[in-house]
């Protein structure tokens, strides 16, 4: 499925739309195709034309109309055209007849993701995720890889040596999903195990669609982050995480994920589930949005519905309109800021109004601390250096052999210090005895 490789030049493309109104009017599929061109730019294809078919119910054999395919097979022809991409899902049926009408590759919204994807794919884990996704598609799909030994079928339940080939490559691939299942389940252990420190330190995550400025916005809130910042689409596959200094002198650790887009492959999501499980551990969220893409309320709504798909149950959502800076009507900005009145409005490529994201961010880590108040023996040096060196201790007192001490801590840690006072006192209580 490579749209391109260093030994040949850029593919030519067309895209397909369908609209039907009014479920679907011309002016949205007209702006879906916008991102499908982007998306075909960045897994390395020239757009040469865009044809949107009006249909109410889907044909299925084509997905478009007969009469739209012979339009298609005289345009591919006089204009050499490689690669026919369709904004929606084609079943395996419907991709193999019009690549046998066609005489290209034909492939849908979901194989360009999935292509953009594997290109994208840096780490060892997120080469593997994608594999598994690649594979989950392909696998209802492999019939159509053997056409060229149709010639060998045979009669009756045409069970030959081409139907033979199908079913050795769906066993092959069936093997390599759950090998790379298992995989992936020791990569998230081990992730687990390496991370199992963090989950008493308060967690902030960036959502987004992607290209909505995550990365750009990161790198400005944790300048030793470095994440890479492209303007491209799924620019960032890895989770990165790092130190988010602020001025409440509390340590915050930030993440970095994987952009959302509509029409998410299933499989993708399924398969970095591991590397969301970020967004799912997170106390609370930045959700990142460009307010200068003109759909970015659909945007907004189609992050909401893939949070809620991962898991997401919380609201505990602060939602940053970046690129504010691209905005040449200023009453715009006044427009959306009074429909949105709990949202920070910045710019991560100037650094405008980052310190005021940087002060919400402290006030929402703030809310996550109360304030606990133990009575102790001196003696007990392990707890009270712990409270010392994790917590923030704003009051001491001693009573004779025992210290008062009052902290404020986060509820993260509180788990863990209830289980540190309860075995102090068990040991105090044997200590006693003795």
Same mark, same amino acid.
């Given at each position: 499925?490579?749209?391109?490789?260093?030994?040949?030049? %850029?593919?030519?493309?067309?895209?397909? !739309?369908?609209?039907?109104? $009014?479920?679907?009017?011309?002016?949205?599929?007209?702006?879906?195709?916008?991102?499908?061109?982007?998306?075909?730019?960045?897994?390395?294809?020239?757009?040469?034309?865009?044809?949107?078919?009006?249909?109410? #119910?889907?044909?299925?054999?084509?997905?478009?109309?007969?009469?739209?395919?012979?339009?298609?097979?005289?345009?591919?022809?006089?204009?050499?055209?490689?690669?026919?991409?369709?904004?929606?899902?084609?079943?395996?049926?419907?991709?193999?007849?019009?690549?046998?009408?066609?005489?290209?590759?034909?492939?849908?919204?979901?194989?360009?993701?999935?292509?953009?994807?594997?290109? &994208?794919?840096?780490?060892?884990?997120?080469?593997?995720?994608?594999?598994?996704?690649?594979?989950?598609?392909?696998?209802? %799909?492999?019939?159509?890889?053997?056409?060229?030994?149709?010639? *060998?079928?045979?009669?009756? /339940?045409?069970?030959?040596? /081409?139907?033979?080939?199908?079913? @050795?490559?769906? &066993?092959?691939? %069936?093997? &390599?999903?759950?090998?790379?299942?298992?995989?992936?389940?020791?990569?998230? #252990? *081990?992730?687990?195990?390496?991370?199992? /420190?963090?989950?008493?330190? $308060?967690?902030?995550?960036?959502?987004?669609?992607?290209?909505? !400025?995550?990365?750009?916005?990161?790198?400005?809130?944790?300048?030793?982050? *470095?994440?890479?910042?492209?303007?491209?689409?799924?620019? @960032?596959?890895?989770?990165? @995480?790092?130190?988010?200094?602020?001025?409440?002198?509390?340590?915050?650790?930030?993440?970095?994920?994987? !952009?959302?887009?509509?029409?998410?492959?299933?499989t993708l999501v399924e398969s970095f589930k591991s590397t969301?499980?970020?967004?799912?551990?997170?106390?609370?969220?930045?959700?990142?949005?460009?307010?200068?893409?003109?759909?970015?309320?659909?945007?907004? *709504?189609?992050? %909401?519905?893939?949070?809620?798909?991962?898991?997401?149950?919380?609201?505990?959502?602060?939602?940053?309109?970046?690129?504010?800076?691209?905005?040449?009507?200023?009453?715009?900005?006044?427009?959306?800021?009074?429909?949105?009145?709990?949202?920070?409005?910045?710019?991560?490529?100037?650094?405008?109004?980052?310190?005021?994201?940087?002060?919400?961010?402290?006030?929402?880590?703030?809310?996550?601390? @109360?304030?606990?108040?133990?009575?102790?023996?001196?003696?007990?040096?392990?707890?009270?250096?712990?409270?010392?060196?994790?917590?923030?201790?704003?009051?001491? &007192?001693?009573?004779?052999?025992?210290?008062?001490?009052?902290?404020?801590?986060?509820?993260?840690? #509180?788990?863990?210090?209830?289980?540190?006072?309860?075995?102090?006192?068990?040991?105090?209580?044997?200590?006693?005895?003795?």
């Amino acid at each position: 499925m490579n749209i391109v490789t260093p030994e040949n030049k %850029r593919e030519k493309a067309v895209l397909i !739309g369908l609209c039907s109104p $009014p479920e679907t009017p011309r002016s949205l599929v007209e702006e879906y195709l916008d991102e499908l061109a982007f998306l075909a730019d960045t897994a390395g294809a020239d757009v040469e034309a865009t044809f949107i078919q009006d249909k109410k #119910l889907r044909d299925p054999a084509y997905c478009i109309g007969k009469g739209k395919v012979e339009e298609l097979v005289l345009f591919v022809k006089e204009k050499e055209i490689d690669l026919v991409i369709f904004d929606d899902d084609l079943s395996p049926a419907q991709a193999r007849n019009l690549e046998r009408a066609l005489e290209c590759k034909v492939i849908d919204r979901t194989a360009l993701i999935l292509q953009i994807f594997a290109i &994208r794919a840096q780490s060892a884990q997120a080469k593997m995720q994608v594999e598994l996704a690649q594979l989950e598609y392909m696998l209802p %799909r492999l019939s159509g890889q053997w056409t060229h030994l149709s010639k *060998q079928k045979g009669g009756i /339940g045409n069970k030959g040596p /081409g139907e033979t080939q199908i079913e @050795t490559d769906r &066993r092959l691939v %069936r093997t &390599r999903i759950s090998l790379l299942k298992k995989k992936l389940q020791e990569v998230s #252990l *081990q992730h687990d195990t390496q991370t199992q /420190g963090r989950l008493t330190v $308060p967690r902030v995550a960036l959502v987004g669609y992607t290209n909505a !400025g995550k990365s750009t916005l990161m790198n400005v809130l944790c300048p030793e982050a *470095q994440a890479f910042a492209e303007n491209r689409l799924f620019a @960032t596959l890895d989770t990165k @995480t790092r130190r988010l200094e602020l001025n409440i002198n509390k340590l915050v650790l930030l993440s970095d994920t994987v !952009g959302f887009i509509r029409k998410l492959p299933h499989t993708l999501v399924e398969s970095f589930k591991s590397t969301l499980d970020e967004v799912l551990q997170a106390d609370f969220l930045l959700h990142v949005i460009d307010i200068s893409h003109p759909g970015f309320e659909d945007q907004i *709504q189609v992050v %909401r519905q893939t949070l809620k798909e991962i898991g997401v149950a919380h609201d505990n959502i602060i939602e940053v309109f970046n690129k504010i800076d691209a905005l040449e009507d200023p009453s715009v900005l006044r427009d959306i800021s009074a429909k949105y009145p709990d949202a920070v409005f910045v710019s991560a490529k100037r650094g405008l109004n980052i310190s005021v994201l940087k002060e919400m961010i402290g006030e929402h880590v703030a809310r996550e601390y @109360t304030d606990r108040k133990i009575s102790t023996h001196v003696s007990n040096y392990k707890l009270i250096s712990y409270l010392y060196e994790h917590t923030e201790v704003i009051d001491k &007192r001693h009573l004779d052999e025992e210290v008062e001490l009052t902290f404020r801590v986060h509820k993260n840690q #509180l788990k863990h210090i209830d289980a540190l006072i309860k075995s102090s006192q068990q040991l105090h209580h044997d200590a006693a005895d003795l």
